[in-house]
């Protein structure tokens, strides 16, 4: 367990709908990173955030978004959801600092149909 | 935009040989990472290297870094069931955290 928890575990929605995607960091870590892992893409880096703030975007497409709050929990929104979203959405955490070792979540799989 | 190549990507193993997994960067890269995921689970962190020769050993796994020839390597001894997993190396950027995964090694690990 690396202390990393998200939530749902398993998400099952429809093309065109919502959903949020949430995610509590580990105790003490301010860095928050978003990664979708699909069999045709791999594992993407999606947006990281420190302390509230976003520090860097990667290949996230403009209907997502995230957000980190205060408490530094995450959340991450995907609307007008296509067949091609369906994926394993993964949150990791890290203290920052040379190493920067990031901790997985266990995951939420989104399968849209 | 940085690339990150894995080799084999798929490697059968038998048991109580030795192989490795070689990971190939295209850019410089001041953190390589060895993450571990079993079917259906998440990510596990094996190795963090930092500097050209770093070496860490963890068990049956051991993972090196050539920052000059930009490639890491995961040397498996003696193989073991519980070793059947992906392995992914990763790499972040100078002056960045994001990881850039490679594809991915799927082991397994026959007797």
């Known amino acids: 367990d690396s202390g990393v928890t998200q939530t749902p575990k398993h998400l099952i929605t429809a093309t065109g709908q919502r959903v949020t995607l949430r995610c509590s960091p580990r105790?003490?870590?301010?860095?928050v990173y978003w990664y979708q892992q699909s069999l045709d893409q791999g594992l993407q880096f999606l947006i990281h955030?420190?302390?509230?703030?976003?520090?860097a975007k990667g290949n996230i497409l403009e209907r997502f978004s995230a957000q980190q709050f205060p408490d530094l929990h995450s959340e991450l929104n995907l609307s007008s959801l296509e067949l091609g979203d369906s994926a394993l959405y993964f949150c990791a955490s890290s203290v920052g600092g040379l190493e920067n070792e990031q901790f997985f979540g266990p995951g939420t799989r989104l399968t849209v149909l | 935009e940085l690339k990150v190549e894995q080799n084999p990507l798929f490697l059968s193993m038998q048991e109580g040989k030795n192989y490795t997994i070689y990971c190939n960067y295209s850019t410089t890269s001041d953190r390589l990472y060895w993450y571990r995921q079993d079917p259906g689970k998440s990510l596990e962190s094996l190795f963090v290297?930092?500097?050209?020769?770093a070496v860490k050993q963890e068990g049956r796994l051991m993972a090196s870094l050539d920052t000059k020839a930009r490639l890491s390597t995961l040397h498996i001894t003696a193989a073991v069931h519980d070793l059947s997993a992906t392995y992914f190396c990763?790499?972040?950027?100078?002056?960045?955290?994001?990881?850039?995964f490679g594809a991915g090694t799927t082991v397994t690990v026959r007797a």
């Open positions: 955030y420190y302390n509230g703030e976003e520090r």
């Open positions: 990763a790499v972040a950027p100078s002056n960045d955290y994001k990881l850039s």
């Open positions: 105790s003490g870590d301010l860095s």
């Open positions: 290297l930092l500097s050209n020769g």
